[in-house]
């Protein structure tokens, strides 16, 4: 099993470039998530996707979009990208949509200049 | 809404010598509670978890955690560090909606020296 993979680990955008984020799991999980992590900043919640078909807005949705395009795959989009989202993105899935442990991805690591 | 207070940014410790990393969580209902650590330029990795039953959780690499629910609090401690151990440690608590979103604290870097 690969667990969480994520694609590409690292990207450098201009302003205003747009790119989407992959996240696939082989784990058979339903839940996904994608996080940022920002230094003093811990990890704050992007989109979740409690099962496939479903998406809803995590703590800090504005200026991405997202989809569940089947149970293994959930992507991100930055449409028009900001220097305000550079950041490390991190994916991460878990086994049931009650609690239960979150597996994370290496995480991708976005300059936007 | 739910928030995760992780007290000190930054810990530095001999090696050999005990730690305890302090977390305390504000929620109005029961919650779980999780202590993950990412190593460098690595993702997370669930350390322990509380879900219910003995407050006292072990987990992995010698690591345990006390959940005190009249204090809020979920320190986790290790009595003899090693410099392996020198990582980010997150504190995280669950959303009680049942769609198993985390609330993470701000994270604590234990710094082990020889």
């Known amino acids: 099993n690969a667990g969480v993979t994520q694609t590409p680990k690292f990207q450098v955008l201009k302003t205003g470039q747009s790119m989407t984020l992959q996240c696939a799991q082989d784990?058979?999980?339903?839940?996904m998530y994608w996080y940022r992590q920002d230094p003093g900043m811990g990890l704050r919640l992007i989109y979740y996707?409690?099962?496939?078909?479903?998406?809803d807005k995590g703590e800090v949705p504005n200026g991405y979009n997202v989809s569940r395009l089947n149970k293994r795959e959930f992507s991100l989009r930055l449409e028009s990208a900001a220097p305000s989202q550079t950041s490390v993105y991190f994916c991460?899935?878990?086994?049931?949509?009650?609690?239960?442990?979150?597996?994370f991805g290496p995480g991708t690591r976005l300059t936007v200049t | 809404a739910q928030s995760v207070t992780q007290l000190d940014s930054q810990v530095p410790v001999f090696e050999e010598a005990p730690v305890e990393l302090r977390c305390n969580y504000s929620?109005?209902?029961?919650?779980?509670l999780f202590w993950y650590v990412q190593y460098p330029n690595q993702g997370l990795q669930l350390l322990l978890k509380?879900?219910?039953?003995?407050?006292l959780v072990k987990g992995i690499n010698g690591f345990e955690a006390e959940f005190n629910k009249s204090q809020t609090s979920f320190h986790l401690r290790k009595p003899s560090v090693h410099i392996s151990d020198t990582a980010e440690y997150f504190c995280?608590?669950?959303?009680?909606?049942?769609?198993?979103?985390?609330?993470f604290g701000k994270g604590t870097m234990l710094l082990v020296s020889p």
């Open positions: 991460a899935s878990s086994l049931r949509d009650y609690n239960y442990e979150q597996y």
């Open positions: 784990m058979n999980h339903n839940s």
């Open positions: 996707s409690a099962s496939e078909g479903t998406t």
């Open positions: 929620s109005s209902v029961s919650v779980y």
């Open positions: 509380y879900l219910s039953g003995s407050t």
């Open positions: 995280a608590v669950s959303d009680p909606s049942g769609y198993s979103t985390l609330t």
